[in-house]
């Protein structure tokens, strides 16, 4: 069998490399990977990590992901939505804080109301902010045309998770019904990279029932999709959800969490050039999950700006850090501990993905 360190020579990677590094079980061999991909990281983005600033919006949502804590049929979860005077305070709130870039995340609704809502809330964030302010939504599966009158509006990117590339996995963790499709979901995401967003995707890592194989998989079609941007981190249970149930057949949160650094970093060793956030979950697992994930390969992080009172209602998984912080602690919090492992937080940096702006660079010159 090759060795690690052979493989981390190789200028392309095999699936069965792929495999091989996601499998590292030793700590010499993983500490190895972690380096060149965060070497991979430091030489193609220096050591800088852009900042978007997340406002979990509103809670309500048509769907029942297995997984998640805010799915509709969770009673014990009370609803809210925020109004556009209070997100447009956050935007306010991001503009002082030099934040040039915002999520607006929320559960999914797919009606004319909500529709229309987003359209005239994009407008009046870049009313305010100015149009080179930066939205990326998060808002699950909509119509080729509500994808087209978000772009239009304003928004520049989208993130939608694919949860798992593999079809019975992913059947596995949803209801089977019409509105929890895998190829529906697929299609979603190919549309909003055909629309001309800066397009995001990712999935939960230890998921029960998901394989090595599976991982090596969702990197592989990550890749394939040429995708920009990539948020992805451990499956963690949330006691009111029907998977929480399958919690013998999941592993131990160490090995998701060090499972999930390697997936960052084979997925920076494939991708060089998109952007990789590394996410709450690791930090929920580990106080200083969030860095290590940025020494493993992520160039990204998302503050939350959502006001605690509503933090606490969206809560995807128990344990969510950061929840009895305020905002400014927060950042200022945020700025000491990246200083700290020697990166540097770039604020009024938009910090769009590399690989987004050479992908259109050569789509532009096969149609001119
Ligand atoms: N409703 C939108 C966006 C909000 S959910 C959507 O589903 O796309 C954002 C992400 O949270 C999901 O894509 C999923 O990957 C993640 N998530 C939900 N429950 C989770 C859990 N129990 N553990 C880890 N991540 C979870
Ligand atoms: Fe709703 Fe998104 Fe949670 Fe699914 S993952 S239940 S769509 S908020």
């Known amino acids: 069998m090759k060795t690690v360190a052979n493989i981390l020579t190789r200028k392309e990677l095999s ?11 030793n700590p010499d061999d993983q500490h190895r990977l972690i380096k060149k991909a965060y070497f991979v990281k430091e030489t193609i983005v220096g050591k800088k990590v852009y900042l978007r600033g997340l406002i979990e919006f509103s809670n309500q949502c048509r769907k029942n ?35 040039t870039d915002i999520v607006l995340q929320s559960g999914e609704l797919d009606n004319e109301r909500f529709t229309r809502r987003i359209t005239s809330l994009i407008r009046a964030i870049k009313k305010v902010a100015g149009t080179d302010f930066r939205i990326t939504l998060s808002l ?10 978000w772009f239009d509006a304003g928004a520049q990117r989208y993130l939608l998770r694919i949860e798992t590339s593999n079809e019975a996995l992913y059947k596995k963790i949803h209801p089977h019904d019409e509105v929890h499709q895998f190829r529906v979901r697929l299609k979603c995401l190919e549309t ?30 990550i890749k394939h999709m040429d995708i920009d941007m990539v948020g992805m981190g451990p499956y963690l249970e949330h006691v009111d ?22 997936m960052i970093a084979v997925l920076r060793l494939l991708m060089p050039y ?24 992520a160039n990204v992080i998302m503050p939350n ?54 992908r259109r660079q050569v789509t532009n010159n096969i149609y001119i």
């Not at 699936?15 to 079980?25: A, C, E, G, N, T």
């Not at 209070?86 to 030099?98: K, S, T």
């Open 241 to 262: 959800t029907p998977l929480s149930l399958y919690k013998e057949a999941l592993m131990p949160l160490v090995d998701r969490y060090n499972l999930s650094l390697r």
């Open 140 to 149: 699950g599966e909509q119509s080729k045309d509500t994808y087209q009158e």
């Open 192 to 221: 909003i990279q055909k629309t001309g967003y800066q397009t995001g995707t990712g999935v939960m890592i230890g998921l029960p029932c998901q394989t090595i194989d599976n991982l090596a998989d969702d990197l592989l079609f």
């Open 305 to 358: 700006l959502t006001p605690v009172d509503y933090r606490k209602k969206y809560l995807l998984y128990e344990n969510k850090s950061c929840l009895d912080e305020d905002d400014d602690p927060c950042l200022e919090c945020l700025r000491k501990r990246i200083g700290l492992i020697g990166e540097e937080l770039m604020f009024n940096n938009h910090g769009d993905s590399r690989h987004f702006t050479q």
């Open 15 to 25: 699936k069965h490399d792929v495999v091989r590094l996601l499998s590292i079980s």
């Open 65 to 99: 992901c297995l997984y998640c804590g805010i799915r509709k049929d969770n009673s014990n979860v009370t609803r809210y939505s925020m109004s556009d005077d209070e997100i447009l305070q956050l935007v306010e709130y991001a503009l002082r804080n030099q934040l």
């Open 274 to 297: 998109i952007n990789i956030a590394s996410t709450t979950a690791l930090q929920s697992i580990f106080p200083m999950g969030r860095e290590q994930g940025l020494k493993a390969g």
